[in-house]
């Protein structure tokens, strides 16, 4: 019984140790870079998709948008430099599990199979996947895409969860067939150009994309909401949650909701 009694005491030093040893570390850690290594030191590496407005997208030659706002408070807290590579929708993932990038924030909506790849931080928004038609379309509603015997032809952005989402319920049960595209603003141009007969995509970059192109509209119904993250390595679990926590502090201190408000006006 002693022994165990011993060990036992053992133990809660070397918990104790554990617990308040690794703070003045860290403590002395934080003031020079963190306690964390980012891809490229001082710097906080973006991965993006300078092509889902208002998250992000090209603005007098720099990346704009929510996306860049947040991030940029973020590095700002972290006191590093934040960089943003723009790079195709479906290389992101890729890039910060090879350790290219340090974080991916492209309205990326959080997914069991990008949740293999990466790690998602808390969710700082969310959207919703919509369907835009030409303002005369047959089709009124999301529902007209599942129903027996239809056959429309679906525009998307290629690997988005637009793409996942028709290919699973539309094309795989022989309901359609999915065009893709690099960008989603080319497959709204091949729905005015009648390519295709509607697109799927997020509600935000739809608004924008309707609003430049005419002729066309966003169906009322919805076809499902999801949770925007952003993507960090699996394998750099202090960077993680220095991003994380610092992002859960911008959510908390209304930092995020105001940047979000300032491109998207309730409606
Ligand atoms: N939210 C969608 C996804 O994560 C689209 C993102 C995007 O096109 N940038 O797949």
Do not use: W
């Not at 590095?75 to 890039?95: H, P, R, V």
């Not at 988005?160 to 960008?183: A, F, M, N, P, V």
């Amino acid at each position: 019984m002693k022994k165990v009694i011993t060990l036992l005491g053992t133990l809660a030093v070397v918990l104790a140790m554990a617990a308040c040893g690794s703070e003045p570390a860290d403590k002395d850690n934080a003031d020079s870079n963190g306690g964390f290594t980012t891809a490229s030191e001082g710097k906080l590496i973006m991965a993006t998709n300078a092509a889902f407005p208002p998250y992000e997208y090209i603005e007098g030659g720099n990346v704009a948008g929510i996306d860049a706002e947040i991030a940029a408070a973020i590095a700002d807290k972290l006191g590093l430099e934040l960089q943003i590579d723009d790079m195709e929708f479906d290389s992101i993932t890729g890039a910060i599990a090879n350790g290219k990038a340090d974080m991916g924030l492209a309205g990326m909506t959080v997914t069991p199979d990008r949740q293999e790849e990466v790690n998602f931080t808390v969710s700082y928004a969310t959207g919703v996947q919509v369907i835009i038609v030409a303002e005369d379309s047959a089709i009124t509603s999301v529902d007209d895409l599942f129903a027996e015997g239809a056959s429309h032809v679906i525009g998307v952005q290629r690997n988005t969860t637009g793409d996942l989402y028709t290919t699973d319920d539309i094309e795989k049960k022989g309901l359609g067939t999915i065009d893709r595209y690099s960008k989603g603003a080319d497959a709204v141009q091949a729905l005015k150009t009648g390519k295709v007969d509607c697109v799927v995509i997020d509600n935000e970059p739809a608004k924008a994309f309707v609003q430049e192109v005419e002729g066309l509209k966003i169906l009322e119904t919805e076809y499902i909401t999801e949770d925007y993250a952003i993507a960090m390595s699996k394998s750099n679990a202090e960077l993680y949650e220095a991003v994380n926590s610092t992002l859960q502090e911008l959510i908390n201190d209304g930092t995020v909701k105001r940047i979000i408000d300032k491109y998207i006006t309730a409606d």
